[in-house]
């Protein structure tokens, strides 16, 4: 029998509550999966990782406050690292909502065995934890049609899911300009179809003034980092180029 590789997972408090739950593992194609939980009087986690992460991520969460505890688990867009353990974690938490784009949560999970209750918010609209709150941006087309960010107004923290994601095993806190790996990267695995829907939500974003950017993939950009990252995704090119997780793509000849 095969064995399955070891997945090691580590919880660090980023600012003010925010905890980001890292997983790595040989398994992940050189890149961390972050989760984030956001201890308050709604306790909310910010993506949930994919089903086998479960175990890992559910532990690390206990490391602060009873799981059974959260009421929101948000999802940024559907896709198995975002909400593979949403079912899981509805288990532990029966009245825990699951949060996302109204595009997310009426077409994808609307049509999924979720039986959990399921709330949909469009852009502008605020989820209130208590200290924390969650300003909902709709951005489609980054990378996914439904997808979304979330701008917490207490912190000034960004979730952006997978944009400013830096490969490799990064500390909780990056500081150092790891622009050019990140776009890289982008050509490598191919995630975005196109460059100008991307810089558009940078923009908006980049008047947010945000002091903290929680990547999903690699660590938390401070503030004085983040704007090293955006002139990358201005000035370099990063998206789809014929590869897909590092393979490129020939289409095959009829048979
Ligand atoms: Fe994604
Ligand atoms: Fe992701």
């Known amino acids: 029998m095969m064995s399955r590789p070891q997945i090691t997972t580590q919880i660090d408090e980023i600012v003010d509550g925010i905890y980001r739950i890292s997983s790595r593992s040989a398994a992940f194609g050189g890149i961390t999966f972050n989760q984030f939980l956001i201890d308050d009087e709604r306790p909310a986690l910010i993506h949930t990782g994919m089903y086998p992460l ?47 784009s109204a595009l997310s949560i009426d077409l994808n999970v609307g ?48 979730f952006p899911a997978d944009l400013y994601i830096q490969p490799g095993d990064q500390p909780p806190i990056v500081t150092e300009d790891l622009g050019d790996s990140m776009c890289a990267f982008y050509r490598a695995v191919g995630i975005f179809a196109h460059e100008q829907p991307v810089r558009d939500v940078v923009e908006r974003i980049e008047a947010l003034e945000p002091a903290w950017m929680h990547a999903m993939h690699g660590g938390t950009v401070a503030g004085d980092a983040i704007p090293r990252f955006t002139r990358a995704l201005r000035e370099q090119p990063f998206a789809y180029q014929g590869a897909l997780l590092g393979r490129q793509v020939v289409a095959a000849e009829p048979s």
Request: hydrophobic share 35%; charged share 25%; proline share 3%.
């Open 111 to 158: 049509g999924w065995a979720y039986q959990g209750k399921t709330q949909g918010y469009r852009d502008g609209e605020v989820l209130d934890l208590g200290h924390h709150r969650l300003r909902f941006l709709e951005t489609p087309h980054v990378h996914h049609w439904d997808s979304m960010m979330l701008f917490d107004e207490t912190t000034r923290s960004i």
């Open 54 to 100: 479960y175990e890992a991520v559910h532990q690390a969460i206990g490391e602060v406050l009873d799981p059974s505890r959260l009421d929101v688990v948000a999802l940024l867009h559907f896709e198995a690292d975002e909400c593979g353990g949403m079912d899981r974690f509805l288990e532990q938490a029966p009245d825990s909502t699951l949060v996302g």
